[in-house]
């Protein structure tokens, strides 16, 4: 009985013990749970703050990503751009070696014009001066020959200067016998005076010119009216070489017929101004050739 008793204090003490351990154990594991409690807020603020930067990142990548693009696209077009200036460049580099090159032979074609020019002016001045020296001629040779003629011979005589070349003009019945190509005597002495003229100016040619009005003839060895207007123009200037002493050589002999006329052959005193000689006098030819060979010639 007395160790019945002794082992009841025992199993009291056991479960005192027993009770201790467990409410020891419980604030053990209480103060863990409450540590993980905090850890797992912490890991939580953690995680969310993990979240947010996370998403900041995802927008930050997104901005740079279009920010990217952007630059891309902008350096697209920039290279494009400079693609575009090169060839603009390049362009005007052309332009411009051109330009240089034609501004060359621009210079070289100026001077030549002006070398042109300058030729030109020289030519045109021998030209005007020897118009002047031609017109100066013809009217001291016009003033000469109107002075030596009688008033009576003027009536018979036109004396003109047309374009540098001096025109004397005579009528037939002053000059030939009635439907004739002989020389009467009444013209010896007006023939006489314009052969002094003539032979005082030995640079200019003369050319004797027979001209009729429109009726027709019919004569002995002249078949028509260019016959009668030759043969009367040879005749003058064979008196003006065989009676004058004029040089043949400056001499010319032309018939022209009915077909030069200065008057109406309707009227008789048209056709008495139509049938006419007329002694063209003019400068040599050759003077004028002369002076073409001296122009400026065109480069071929």
């Avoid at 751009?81 to 330009?99: C, F, G, I, M, V």
């Avoid at 030729?119 to 000469?144: C, F």
């Avoid at 036109?158 to 019945?173: E, H």
Wanted: one cysteine or more.
């Amino acid at each position: 009985m007395k160790r019945k008793f002794m082992i009841l204090p025992l199993l009291a003490s056991a479960l005192l013990l027993t009770s201790c351990v467990a409410k020891k154990q419980y604030v053990d594991l209480q103060g863990n749970y409450n540590n993980l409690q905090t850890d797992y807020k912490a890991l939580q603020a953690s995680m969310d703050e993990l979240r947010g930067n996370f998403h900041d990142a995802e927008v930050k990548l997104a901005e740079s990503r279009t920010q990217v693009k952007s630059l891309e696209e902008r350096l697209a077009e920039a290279r494009k751009l400079n693609e575009q200036q090169r060839a603009t460049y390049a362009e005007l580099q052309k332009s411009l070696d051109s330009s240089i090159s034609q501004n060359t032979q621009g210079n070289i074609n100026i001077s030549k014009l002006v070398d042109e020019i300058n030729a030109s002016n020289r030519y045109i001045k021998q030209l005007v001066e020897a118009k002047t020296k031609s017109d100066s001629l013809n009217l001291v040779l016009t003033n000469n020959l109107t002075r030596s003629l009688s008033r009576d011979e003027l009536q018979e005589v036109d004396v003109k200067v047309l374009k540098g070349v001096v025109y004397i003009s005579l009528a037939d019945n002053m000059l030939y016998k009635s439907g004739s190509y002989e020389i009467n005597d009444r013209a010896g002495q007006t023939l006489s005076k314009i052969a002094k003229i003539i032979s005082d100016y030995k640079e200019y040619e003369v050319l004797v010119e027979g001209n009729t009005d429109n009726v027709p003839i019919s004569r002995p060895n002249i078949r028509n009216n260019w016959d009668l207007s030759a043969l009367r123009a040879s005749s003058v200037v064979q008196a003006l070489q065989n009676q004058y002493s004029v040089d043949p050589k400056r001499l010319s002999a032309a018939g022209r017929g009915e077909y030069n006329p200065i008057a109406t052959n309707d009227t008789e005193l048209g056709k008495q101004r139509n049938r006419r000689t007329q002694i063209i006098i003019t400068p040599k030819l050759d003077q004028f050739l002369e002076l073409i060979d001296q122009a400026p010639k065109e480069d071929q």
